[in-house]
């Protein structure tokens, strides 16, 4: 994931660091399935490293595939290393505190999973907890992402079709001077 | 809590061959790759791929902090006693969906930026607006 991602970085081909991002994406999927979240894998593999890419590549079509050759002054580069690398450092210290993966006692799995792995055989009783989580003990926080989905699209449709409406818009003023000119 | 046993664990934790803190590292490194690409490149299509890579690791991040030694996912099943924690994996299915909705409407702003200006380079339209002033 390391290399994939560094490679991104390194690429100017549009479509290759798209199809590298589609790449980033599976591994993370794989990774989902090692560290047990079979469910989040599903949805990484086919959202993120489908739709994504689908939707990255009809941007591309309707933009431009080379990224422009820069360039580079030196502070356009350092600056925004050592920038990261600074924002870095202090994560890394941040994390000594973390409790060490995988550990059982850690402060995230004594507050409310504990109830959800116990009880919601008996209180929703779906096999996968995940789901019961999801659509009963969580499903506000699910109808929250659905009002997102939903102005997003809203969002896309508006941008997108307000274009086409100018498109033909431009046209018949350009004509209507032209009449005015004649006559 | 930590502060007791603080001096003890903080050792263990300086031991750079235990596996305890490694998966934060990686998270942590994959976000500042992102974050180098979103700040340090001109081009939008390749912010928003650097801001993917960003979002992606903050998903690994909740994802490995979900893990429990020995567990398995978290449906039940014979002979299946110890579950890794269903609530991350639930938060990170929301966001996914979510982040897959920015994105595209982002790609969207893209778009129409491109038929405004002609150009999906920020230099450019910076110079363009430069111009028009």
Redesign the interface.
């Known amino acids: 994931?390391?290399v994939t991602?560094?490679s991104?970085?390194r690429m100017k081909n549009?479509f290759a660091?798209?199809m590298m991002?589609g790449i980033?994406?599976l591994l993370?999927a794989l990774?989902?399935v090692n560290?047990?979240?079979?469910?989040?894998a599903f949805?990484?593999a086919s959202?993120?490293a489908g739709?994504?890419t689908v939707?990255?590549l009809?941007?591309?079509a309707?933009?431009?595939r080379e990224?422009?050759q820069?360039k580079k002054s030196s502070h356009?580069?350092w600056l925004?290393?050592a920038?990261?690398?600074a924002?870095?450092a202090a994560?890394?210290y941040g994390?000594?505190?973390?409790?060490?993966?995988?550990?059982?006692n850690?402060p995230?799995?004594q507050h409310?999973?504990p109830r959800?792995?116990t009880e919601s055989?008996d209180e929703v009783g779906m096999?996968?907890?995940?789901t019961s989580?999801?659509a009963s003990y969580?499903g506000f926080?699910?109808l929250?992402?659905t009002t997102?989905?939903f102005?997003?699209?809203v969002?896309?449709l508006i941008?997108?079709t307000?274009?086409r409406r100018r498109e033909k818009h431009e046209p018949t003023l350009e004509e209507l001077e032209e009449q005015e000119d004649e006559v | 809590m930590f502060l007791q046993d603080g001096g003890a664990k903080t050792v263990q934790y300086l031991d750079f061959l235990s596996p305890g803190l490694y998966n934060y590292w990686i998270v942590i490194f994959l976000m500042m790759v992102g974050f180098y690409i979103v700040i340090s490149r001109g081009n939008l299509v390749k912010k928003l791929v650097g801001l993917n890579i960003f979002q992606t690791s903050v998903f690994v991040l909740y994802i490995s902090m979900g893990k429990v030694e020995g567990g398995t996912a978290p449906i039940f099943g014979e002979g299946f006693n110890t579950f890794s924690n269903p609530l991350p994996h639930v938060l990170i299915l929301t966001a996914i969906v979510v982040g897959i909705a920015t994105t595209a409407l982002g790609l969207s702003l893209v778009v129409r930026i491109r038929e405004e200006y002609g150009t999906i380079e920020e230099e450019d339209i910076h110079a363009q607006e430069d111009e028009s002033l």
Request: glycine fraction near 8%; hydrophobic fraction near 55%.
């Open positions: 994931m390391a991602a560094i991104i970085v549009l660091v798209v991002g980033y994406s993370s990774i989902f560290l047990d979240a079979v469910d989040v949805t990484e959202v993120g739709i994504s939707l990255m009809g941007t591309l309707l933009t431009s990224e422009k820069e356009k580069i925004p290393l920038v990261c690398i924002t870095g994560l890394v994390t000594l505190d973390m409790p060490l993966y995988g550990d059982p850690a995230i799995h409310v999973a959800y792995l055989i096999p996968n907890v995940v989580v999801l969580r926080d699910t929250g992402e997102v989905v102005t997003a699209v969002g896309v941008l997108l307000g274009r």
